[in-house]
């Protein structure tokens, strides 16, 4: 080796050194799992490198900055050095520019969406671990949350009532467009690859190893290259990818494994050679091109677009599908006879394309399942194009037809051929049927209100107000799609801010007028959405009055009693505060199961949840556990939006293990242990519920009561600037400001609070109300006793994780109210006082020994952003004598932490 060479061998020997110790400093105080650590300085450290070939000087400003946050976040130093810490970090921000800012918060960026690549491959992996050290002969999986709960049924209730639940079982996420996602898709699919790369390098050494590093450094650098912000908001019909990407992605391939890993289970060794014990319990539900409530942009043409977007996938999808498996089935009729029924299917295939079916032959010889398949797989292409000759009615008759073959082939002792691959596609096709979601339609109860009385004014053909046109043509589009991809793709209809039956009525009517003839009226399962404190409190009495409704008996007889009813979380949270909201939609669910029960309906309740506290969020699993007694019955319905469903849907082993829990849990919910649990402790704890909800909602509304409240909240968070992402075609609130707090949908209410690091809409009046309470031992029984009460704790716990004082002043110090500022860090103090005590903890999360690790480690780099948001809306709200240009860069550099922070804290609205 020349002299040259060795100098460049050995400073690049130390380069790489010197990288590593700079990784490791920044994360070397968190005590974390040791492969999610080294993937994250692993990390860390190509997101340095990157940044120093892109500029030195900007990497040694990264570093420095990162060291003030490190330790300022050090709890152990003394509080002066603390204060000195986040001092330096400010003054070093001040002297950086508007464009060195930003690309500093690309850094941080990038680093927390490798931090979050890394954190998944810790579960998927930890998962694995679990799953390998199960032994085989075991009666149940520990690891499968479904068999343990099938076995605990069986030993409760009995097999043949177990069977029955299990059969009744329904897990139905329905996904919406709301805007939560600051994440754009070029992004997303930056991350999937970078997510490959990193499950590949397990394996690796030697050069394979360095050259997946080199592959990595270039996804890394060209995420770090994209501008974080989209250039555009999408449209209803572009949001509809997002589904169809997941559809692709994950859940076509993964949900039929999740009903072939129980089967695998349960059956052993029979698992793939008889029929299957796990029904196609899976259904996905979508608002995304439906719901018109607050969204100007979705219209019936919007709709019609984006059904048939979703109906040619899937039927595009199913045909593929149909064809491969098809080609498999290369059993020829000596060893493997066909039966009578699959020769009467093939000679009505011939009878209905003879030149379609010869071709299929030609290609099959005496391979006549194989041959059937065939027709099938062109019969599927024809539905798309609706060649009414040959499509396909509906997923009904299509489903029969592969049963006649998965028969023929049991009957000719061809079981792993009619269990295998070919039971997989009829567990996808009765999953997801010809339209791959249920659309759901949802509208303000106003907009019915003014619409039947502008009908009623001037005629369904008279000179109508615009919105009451767009009105009957959606019931229009409703009829359309469910003449093109069946009833069940469109038949449910959802009716915002429901206070009486006569909402429910108006629904009926709208839809009866909206056409010339009767036949044309589309079936309608119309869903009260009861959002709002009052309304919850009188549901029942809205409900009795609805089962009397002429509409609502004839669909009652139709369905065996099966009724909806929503619940949201959203409006009643931000409304009465979050523990009451709680409070208030247990009580509501208990009362609505009650009444279900007395009137004999098979009630699904759907939960309008978002991802984050203040909308009801937190694990769904035990959120299912910890309904009333009667309220789940089987099926779990919830709202998904936003970052939540690329967190449990975005990677197979991950969203495997989610709809497996959700699923267990629901199942799990019908043993009467559960039930009895949550009724005698529900019971037990009546007393102090109504005190803390009665308590924290004065408090709640003592604070939004205050003058000037909704104008100081717009002031102290970057609300206006939110409304500017565009994340969503739904607009994020009426107008960019709020004179209001009516004015302000729910979700950037609860982002703002986020982002300024308070999350107010958390956790706000919990405090008072366990101050005036006053009872430590109480809430400390209640927390051990109660499901409800531990899971609604353990939520804020985790969203105090996130918060945090000093940047929480910052943002308040942008308002002029050192009165507000005062009431909400006082109730912050009183709230972090109370649930450590409830939990007997000196700090969040202290005994999680990875979710508090991880939360910890990317405090220093969320702060870092939070300062330059901070000091970017302080630029924007005291100086008027910005130009344009000016604002419009401070408002960019706004928009790139938002997104920063959303990734940093894994959460938005």
């Not at 008759?397 to 009619?418: H, M, N």
């Not at 101050?771 to 109660?786: C, H, I, T, V």
């Not at 353990?794 to 009431?823: H, Q, V």
């Amino acid at each position: 080796m020349s002299d040259s060479n060795a100098h460049w061998d050995t400073q690049a020997k130390t380069d790489a050194s010197s990288e590593r110790a700079a990784a490791a400093s920044a994360l070397s105080e968190v005590h974390m799992p040791q492969e999610l650590g080294q993937n994250m300085e692993f990390f860390l450290r190509l997101t340095r490198k990157v940044l120093k070939e892109y500029d030195p000087k900007l990497c040694k400003t990264f570093d420095e900055l990162l060291s003030y946050m490190v330790k300022a976040n050090d709890k152990e130093l003394p509080e002066q050095e603390i204060d000195q810490a986040y001092t330096d970090a400010v003054n070093l921000i001040d002297k950086l520019t508007l464009e060195q800012e930003s690309y500093l918060a690309r850094a941080f960026t990038t680093f927390f969406h490798l931090a979050n690549i890394s954190e998944e491959a810790y579960r998927v992996s930890s998962l694995k671990r679990r799953e390998g050290i199960v032994p085989v002969d075991s009666d149940e999986d520990p690891v499968n949350e479904m068999t343990v709960a099938y076995y605990r049924l069986i030993q409760e209730v009995g097999k043949t009532k177990a069977n029955k639940l299990l059969n009744r079982l329904e897990f139905h996420p329905v996904f919406t467009a709301h805007p939560t996602e600051a994440r754009r898709n070029a992004v997303t699919a930056k991350i999937r690859r970078i997510s490959k790369l990193l499950d590949l390098r397990r394996n690796l050494e030697g050069i394979d190893a360095e050259e997946n590093e080199r592959q990595l450094l270039e996804e890394i650098d060209s995420l770090y290259r994209t501008n974080p912000i989209a250039a555009k908001k999408p449209t209803p019909v572009e949001e509809s990818d997002t589904i169809i990407d997941v559809f692709d992605y994950t859940l076509f391939d993964m949900i039929p494994k999740v009903y072939r890993r129980f089967d695998d289970w349960e059956l052993g060794d029979k698992a793939g050679t008889v029929k299957p014990i796990c029904p196609a319990f899976f259904r996905l539900g979508s608002w995304i091109g439906s719901d018109r409530d607050g969204n100007p942009n979705v219209t019936a043409k919007v709709s019609r677009r984006v059904a048939e977007k979703f109906r040619i996938h899937m039927l595009r999808t199913l045909a593929e599908v149909t064809a491969k498996v098809g080609l498999t089935l290369t059993m020829e009729g000596g060893s493997t006879k066909p039966s009578a029924e699959l020769k009467s299917l093939w000679n009505h295939q011939v009878e209905m394309n003879e030149e379609l079916a010869h071709r299929a032959m030609q290609h099959s010889a005496q391979e006549l399942h194989r041959a059937v398949m065939l027709v099938m797989a062109e019969r599927l292409r024809a539905t798309i194009t609706r060649t009414a000759d040959l499509m396909y009615p509906n997923v009904e008759e299509y489903i029969a037809d592969l049963k006649v073959v998965q028969d023929s082939l049991e009957q000719a002792g061809a079981k792993r051929e009619a269990y295998g691959p070919l039971q997989t596609l009829i567990w996808q096709a009765e999953t997801f049927g010809f339209n791959m979601v249920q659309m759901e339609f949802r509208q303000h109860s106003l907009v019915h209100t003014r619409a039947l009385k502008d009908i009623k004014e001037h005629g369904r053909d008279g000179d109508l107000q615009p919105m009451t046109r767009e009105v009957i043509d959606t019931f229009r589009a409703i009829g359309s799609i469910q003449r093109r991809n069946g009833v069940n793709a469109a038949r449910r209809y959802i009716i915002s801010f429901t206070q009486s039956a006569q909402n429910i009525a108006d629904v009926y009517e709208l839809a009866r007028l909206s056409f010339a003839h009767p036949r044309d009226v589309p079936t309608l399962d119309v869903i009260p959405l009861f959002e709002q404190v009052d309304d919850l409190k009188n549901a029942v009495n809205t409900l009795d009055q609805m089962i009397k409704l002429p509409d609502v008996k004839r669909r009652l007889a139709a369905t065996n009693r099966r009724l909806e009813v929503m619940l949201g979380y959203s409006d009643s949270s931000k409304d009465a505060g979050p523990t009451s909201a709680t409070l208030v939609l247990h009580e509501a669910q208990k009362n609505i199961a009650e009444w279900a029960k007395k009137n004999d309906i098979d009630l699904v309740l759907m939960h309008g949840r978002g991802g984050a506290v203040g909308r009801g969020g937190g694990p769904a699993n035990r959120a299912v556990l910890a309904q009333p007694k009667g309220s789940v019955n089987c099926c779990f319905k919830l709202t998904e939006q936003g970052e939540i469903i690329f967190a449990r849907y975005g990677n197979e082993v991950l969203a495997r293990r989610h709809v497996e829990s959700v699923a267990a849990a629901t199942l799990l919910h019908s043993a009467p242990s559960i039930g009895e649990i949550n009724t005698k402790y529900t019971e037990k704890y009546e007393g102090i519920a109504a005190k803390l909800e009665r308590s924290s909602r004065e408090a709640y509304m003592r604070l939004l009561n205050q003058d000037g409240f909704a104008e100081w909240f717009s002031t102290v968070t970057p609300l206006a600037e939110i409304g500017l992402l565009p994340i969503g075609s739904r607009p994020a609130k009426r107008g960019l400001g709020a004179k209001s707090l009516d004015d302000l949908r729910t979700i950037p209410w609860i982002f703002s609070w986020s982002q300024a690091r308070i999350n107010l809409a958390a956790w706000y009046g919990l405090g008072s109300a366990c101050e005036e309470l006053n009872d430590l031992g109480m809430l400390r029984r209640a927390y051990a006793e109660w499901p409800l009460f531990k899971t609604f704790i353990d939520n804020i716990e985790m969203s105090l994780a996130k918060t945090d004082e000093r940047i929480g002043w910052m943002y308040l110090g942008l308002g002029d109210r050192p009165d507000l500022s005062e009431m909400v860090m006082n109730e912050l103090k009183l709230t972090r006082k109370w649930v450590l005590n409830i939990l007997n903890e000196d700090e969040p999360l202290q005994h999680s020994k990875v979710l508090g690790p991880v939360v910890h480690a990317r405090l220093p780099f969320v702060n870092a952003l939070s300062i330059m948001q901070v000091k970017a809306l302080d630029a924007i709200r005291g100086d008027d004598k910005l130009t344009p240009e000016e604002r419009e860069r401070f408002l960019f550099l706004i928009l790139c932490t938002v997104s920063g922070v959303s990734a940093g804290l894994q959460n938005t609205g």
